[in-house]
Each structure stands twice: as C-alpha cells, then as structure tokens.
C-alpha cells in the first residue's frame, strides 16, 4: 500500500509535470507567433517606409539634375553675354579711335570754343544710319566672298540720305 500511495503520488505529480509543461509549452508558441507576427509587422512598414523614401530619393535626384541642367545653361548664357560685352567694347574702343582719327574738316568751331562733331551733334540720325550701315556691311563680310553691287545697297537709309543730299 505504501508503494501504491507512493506510486499514485508520483503518478499524481507526472500529470502535474504534464500539464504545467504542455502550458508552458503553449505559452511558449503563443508568444513565439505574436513575436513573430509583430516583427512581420515590423518589416512590412519598414518596407514601406523604404519603398516612399526611394521614391523621394528619385525625385529629389531629378530636381537635383534640372537644377545643374539650368545652372549649366545659365552659366554657358553668361560667358556668352560676357564674350558679346567684350564684343561691344571692342566695337566702341574702334568707334573712339575712329572718331579720334576725324580730320578737322570734319569739325565746326562752336562760337569760338572747342570744336563739335558735325555728324555726331548736327545729325544725329546719321549716327544710327551709319552704324546699321556698318553692321548690314560686316553682316556681308562673313557671307559673302565678293562684294555686292553699289545698286543693291542704295537702298539702305545711310546711302540713300548721301545720295539724296549729293544730288
């Protein structure tokens, strides 16, 4: 009897074992799946947040490539309009040598003082008209190898004002 006693106690405790071991053992997956449903979750809006910062990578990429495509013609602009500025002054320095160069026949001795340009200060208009002259003749320069006939530039208004006032 003793053995038996001792033997439903044993017997007693092994289903105790049992039963707290399969709990555990319930207890132990459950937490496992939330573990891991919750670390899927994770990585899902990891994921997420990836894939929208991509996306925001490549357009801010783009952006970046308009905005040195229009540095880069902004800056060919400038050295352009810096090469005409140097152009023009060239021009001008050409202009004031030309105009150094006027002989004195060319000057009216204004109420005793210095002398005034004639065609300068008395006919402004031959100013315009005598530099489109010389803008329509270097504009022949580059395009054409021999020069055009007189007949074909009297109508330009510098010519045709000397003509008029030759005549």
Do not use: C, W
Not at 55 to 71: C, I, M, N, S
Not at 143 to 166: C, G, K, M, V, W
Request: charged content about 25%; overall charge neutral; proline content about 2%.
């Amino acid at each position: 009897m003793a053995s038996s006693a001792a033997k439903k106690t044993a017997e007693a405790k092994n289903k105790q074992m049992e039963s707290e071991l399969s709990d555990l053992s319930a207890n132990l997956f459950n937490t496992a799946n939330e573990m891991v449903a919750t670390e899927r979750q994770a990585r899902a809006s990891a994921e997420e947040a990836l894939a929208s910062t991509r996306v925001a990578v490549t357009a801010l990429q783009r952006q970046l490539e308009a905005a040195k495509a229009g540095l880069s013609r902004e800056e060919s602009e400038k050295d352009g309009l810096r090469e005409a500025t140097k152009r023009k002054e060239v021009e001008a320095e050409e202009l004031k040598a030309a105009l150094r160069s006027v002989n004195d026949s060319n000057v009216v001795n204004a109420t005793g003082g210095g002398g005034v340009l004639k065609m300068m200060n008395s006919h402004v208009p031959y100013k315009n008209e005598y530099l489109g002259f010389l803008a329509h003749l270097r504009g022949l320069v580059g395009t054409t190898q021999n020069a055009p006939a007189i007949t074909s530039l009297l109508n330009l208004p510098f010519l045709a004002r000397l003509a008029l006032e030759d005549s």
